[in-house]
């Protein structure tokens, strides 16, 4: 079965402040993808990044970078630098390319607020 | 190009009425993808469409819920006899059909029964 976990509920940080949010995953396909989407007050989902599991080189999109790690099942995200619009609830999820479809297991989401 | 566009973007609903939800994928898209969620809670796969076909509804509701993708319009995601547990949002994502093109998401409708 596939599963998201997410063990960070809510987030609390100051601006400016590093943060990194958690997220493991369960899955017996050799093929997926990881995503990452925000969720800000307004409702809409953004999407963040997508990563093949062929592909674990880490990723740096300014002050946003994920850190992929197959071993552990890992696929954890960090904001450098935090801002107040950074203030989301923060989804991570998985596609299994197996199953046909492209469908999508959610973690339960991290909400995260950025004071300043 | 424009995106997945959701109506109505909000939706009332008195118990026992109906709620029916449009998705008009991207230009171009054949497959529309609804998801449900909860308050507090992560995204839910509810339903896989190809036009005029249901290719995967194992997360739907086995009663009262229904979705379709009818050859020239939208897609609809029909709750009948709704009750206050169908609050929630719900988010139809398009794609192009190939599992490697990326997944697009509308803004969401969200429906609160009373």
């Known amino acids: 079965a596939q599963k998201v976990t997410q063990a960070q509920t809510e987030i609390s940080v100051v601006e400016k402040e590093d943060v990194t949010l958690d997220c493991v995953y369960e899955t017996r396909d050799t093929t997926y993808y990881l995503f990452w989407y925000k969720q800000p007050p307004s409702g809409e989902l953004v999407f963040l990044i997508r990563?093949?599991?062929?592909?674990?080189q880490n990723e740096i999109s300014g002050r946003y970078s994920w850190n992929f790690q197959k071993s552990t099942s890992s696929f954890n995200f960090t904001i450098t630098a935090s801002q107040v619009v950074d203030s989301a609830v923060y989804f991570c999820?998985?596609?299994?390319?197996?199953?046909?479809?492209?469908?999508?297991?959610f973690g339960q989401g991290t909400r995260l607020t950025i004071n300043p | 190009n424009a995106g997945v566009m959701q109506n109505p973007r909000h939706l009332v609903r008195r118990r026992g009425q109906e709620a029916r939800l449009r998705c008009s994928p991207m230009k171009g898209h054949s497959h529309v993808y609804w998801y449900r969620q909860l308050p507090e809670e992560g995204l839910k796969f509810m339903v896989y469409l190809q036009k005029e076909n249901i290719i995967d509804e194992s997360g739907m509701p086995k009663e009262r819920f229904s979705a379709e993708f009818p050859k020239e319009g939208p897609s609809i995601l029909r709750i009948q006899q709704v009750v206050r547990g169908d609050s929630a949002a719900y988010f139809c994502?398009?794609?192009?059909?190939?599992?490697?093109?990326?997944?697009?998401f509308g803004e969401g409708s969200r429906l609160t029964v009373l």
């Open positions: 994502a398009s794609s192009i059909g190939d599992v490697s093109g990326e997944l697009f």
């Open positions: 999820a998985l596609m299994s390319l197996t199953q046909g479809a492209q469908k999508l297991v």
């Open positions: 990563r093949n599991s062929f592909d674990e």
